[in-house]
């Protein structure tokens, strides 16, 4: 059932909907803006993927010879356990975070990036690149050249940023107080076979933020092997504990927020119980000296911290309650945008708080119990965990942004260029969706997006505000199912025209499908199999095809997990491929075929154009085939109504050949034809609606003339034909009969003696040889001119002089000889050596004309249908690029 009339659904598609936000955007985030403290205030760099400059070179900027050096101090360092006051006094004494700032110095390598971009530069023309640099497609760098002069501020980030999700980068500390000390196999071999220990840690497991890997490497830090060790640029540092802070408000905050609130990266690790913010404690060989960096959600993070620091002149400022309420209402607006904000933190450890450190185990998880709706609260006199992530120094704030796929902008271009509106579907609201909106390509002006939610009278924060109104209430767009039909029904047609509907769920995307069919749309549904929300959307669209991303991605992670689990349960959590394909068999039962992998929706306009010109090679070969049986009748037809006395016979053998081989066999290969350049760029398919499609217009009409025309003009060729080869060989064959019957002597007539044949009326009840003769020359001349007039028939509208059909067709090209060697063996074995002597000249050059000035004609015929074609065209594209309803601006 879900394939039935699969080629001509695919055919004529006019939407393609993609219900799901991972197929179209990328799988990880992108840095996108830092921001961090500095002299004159709050300093915001930007950031942008790497591309190449016009001669070929890579673009990237700094270097390590213009790199500042740290300033320099002398004293002890502060205590962590002291007060916030006491802390900063201490702080501008000491040296200790002065000291681990320029320690990072001969850590940061910025020429490691350039190296590295220049591999993924040989990646782009073909070559290989090492195994550890594969999966480096998010490379960003800093739109500011002079980024560097802010190296002492970013030095700290980028180490964070490289340490604190990527537990393979640090080694673990050798030393006395805490060798022996390790947490990580906690459970017992029976408890961590337990059902609720693997629950545990399934929703527990954080997933990797690779943004913050492409951030470091961005400030030039390389977990690579280097000249500092096997672990590069970290290769000084030793990774001890872990320290996750919980914030129970903002637990219940996620707990309670809607779906449609949630960023795409948020939105990802929905489900999972994952900290506010995880603290990293490493130890500097170097100097033996603890150092703790932070990374989390920038309302724990800020409140955590007491300073801030300012690399450029390197100075540790307070951090002031207005400084503080400015980064968390940055933090608000970039994740509002849909940025996926990070915040980052450090602290220097005294040796003294060594024994602490060493007591903690591997991942300690803080909870601070919160009862208002505080970010973070905890008692300043404890003297337990918390006094360890107390009072830090605030470093910076990083916002990524998830950007569309690579293709989809060229699918969405494709698709309108051939009239099928691309669709996009997100569960998100306006604001957050916007952004991801305008990257794809998808227009973001004036009725440009419908939300599926219903629009209530109390206030609404997930609304998108502006400065004068809000914009899409003020543009009279409709709200939810229910007021989309009925602005349809009294309005304008303006839903749909929308390329972005946000807000949605299941039932209301298959809602707004059913909608589109109501109103003679053809929609094709694209969205992951696994999802079983999205069976009511497949089973409810025209075409549904589903994409699976679950078999390639989890058997690799599966395999990588079995080569590192020492209890050697992997086989108990991984998904077998029969389990995968059980789970997406079961949400896709509905669809027409399954693809593997996200990227595959690269293949969609490629799919529609095969299918398009499949369907016109269908659609030009049943009007041939018609064309030709219809001008077989009109031969019947003009053999009773014939002028000669003698009624045209057309041979059994003949008509089997014509009707059962020739045609046939020519209309299967024109099936073959392969698309053109107009396929998908100059033809619109026409929707199911009668005034789009112009039948009522006179199209069928017009049709139906041209098909009489093309069929006519062979059938009276072909009856020339005959009445001249009748006429000749029974002048010479039957020369007595036709002096006794018809007064005609055996010459004088200089070719011309079939005319004084056909008339003669005692040839009335002749049913001779010369009669099947003829019928057989009727039926071959027949053949070949809709052998040759096949060449027309391949494209509707466009003329062989500009499309070669021999270039399109190769089991066309192949079968047109085929049929003309057999119409000529056939001739072989009805004409003798004697009928083709007794006929003139100008017969076998009427006989070899006659099928070209059939093509001419076609030619015209077809050049006159063209303008009708390309006007219909021209209507449809305009109702496809209008999108101006009763609210739009005048």
Known sequence: EAAAGLLEKLGVVTKLALIDDELACQPHSTPQQ????????????????????????????????????????????????????????????????NRFFKSLGTGVNVSSMVSLRRRITRNAVGEKISPENKNRDNEVQFEDPSWW??????????????????????????????????????????????????????????APRRQLASLSRCIGFSA?????????????????????????????????TDAHALGLERARSWGRLLPDATSVVLRDRRSRSFQMLTAGDVRVVAGLCCDSWQGEISTISPLSAAARREIMEIGCNWSLADLDVIAFAYAPLHNSLEQRVANLKDDTYLVDHCLDDSAICFDTKDHSDWSLVNNQIFLGLLGSAVHPRF??????????????????????????????????????????????????????????????????????????????????????????????????????????VRIFQEHSDTVLAVGHTHRLCNER?????????????????????????????????????????????????????????????????????????????????????????????????????FSLCTVSTTVPYIPASGSVLYLVVIIPFITFTMAMTEESADTMGHYLPPKNELSLSFPARGEGRRTLRYAIF????????????????????????????????????????????????????ALSDYSGDVRSTAGSFMVAELAFSFILLSSTFLYRTQSIQTVHPWTKNKAWLTGVPICILTVIAFLGLHVGKNELYSLPWYFFLLMCIFPFINLVLDEVVKKSDSWHVNRAVMYRRLQFDTRLGQWSPK
Request: hydrophobic fraction near 35%.
């Open 34 to 97: 830092l921001l961090i403290p500095s002299e004159r205030g709050l300093k915001l760099l930007d950031l942008y993927p790497t591309c190449q400059s016009d001669d070929g070179s890579f673009l990237h900027y700094g270097g390590r010879h213009n790199r500042p050096a740290s300033s320099d101090g002398s004293s002890d360092e502060s205590d962590s356990d002291s007060d916030c006051e006491h802390r900063r006094k201490k702080k501008s004494k000491s040296t200790g975070p």
């Open 407 to 512: 293709e989809m902008e060229s699918v969405i271009n494709e698709c309108s260029a051939a009239g099928v509106r691309f669709v996009y579907f997100s569960p998100r609201n306006m604001r957050r969706t916007k952004e991801v909106a305008s990257k794809m390509g998808i227009d973001v002006g004036w009725n440009c997006a419908i939300s599926l939610r219903p629009l209530s009278s109390d206030h609404d924060p997930h609304r998108m505000p502006s400065s004068y109104a809000d914009w899409d209430v003020n543009a009279r767009l409709p709200h939810g199912i229910s007021e989309i039909r009925t602005h349809l029904d009294t309005s304008d047609n303006i839903p749909l025209q929308v390329s972005l509907f946000t807000d949605v769920t299941g039932s209301t995307t298959a809602e707004m």
């Open 710 to 761: 093309r069929s006519l003009t062979p059938a009276i060729y072909s009856q020339v034909i005959y009445l001249i080869s009748f006429g000749e060989i029974m002048h010479t064959q039957e020369s007595s009969l036709l002096r006794s019957q018809c007064s005609m002597p055996q010459s004088g007539y200089l070719g011309t003696a079939w005319i004084k044949v056909i008339y003669c009326d």
């Open 149 to 206: 002069e802010f190296l002492p501020s970013l030095k700290c980030i980028g180490l964070a940023s490289l340490v604190v999700d990527e537990r393979s980068a640090l080694s673990k500390v050798d030393h006395p107080s805490i060798r022996g000390r390790n947490e990580f196999m906690r459970w017992t071999e029976k408890e961590a076979f337990s059902p609720e220990v693997k629950l545990l840690e399934h929703i527990t497991k954080p």
């Open 224 to 256: 690579a092997p280097n000249s500092h060790g096997r672990r590069g640029d970290v290769s000084d540092f030793e990774g001890a504990r872990r320290l996750h802070v919980v914030s129970t408000s903002l637990l219940r905050d996620r707990l309670s």
């Open 537 to 637: 959307t497949f089973a409810t669209a025209d075409l549904a095809v589903g994409i699976d991303i679950l078999g390639k991605e989890l058997i690799i992670s599966n395999e990588k997990e079995a080569e590192t689990n020492s209890l050697s349960t992997s086989k108990i959590d991984s998904l077998l491929p029969r389990d995968i394909e059980f789970i997406s068999s079961i949400g896709s039962h509905s669809c027409i075929f399954n693809l593997k992998g996200a990227s595959s929706i690269n293949y969609f306009p490629d799919i529609i154009q095969k299918a398009r010109a499949s369907l016109d090679a269908a659609e030009a070969a049943a009007f041939f085939f018609i064309c030709a049986s219809l001008s077989f009748s009109f031969l019947c037809i």
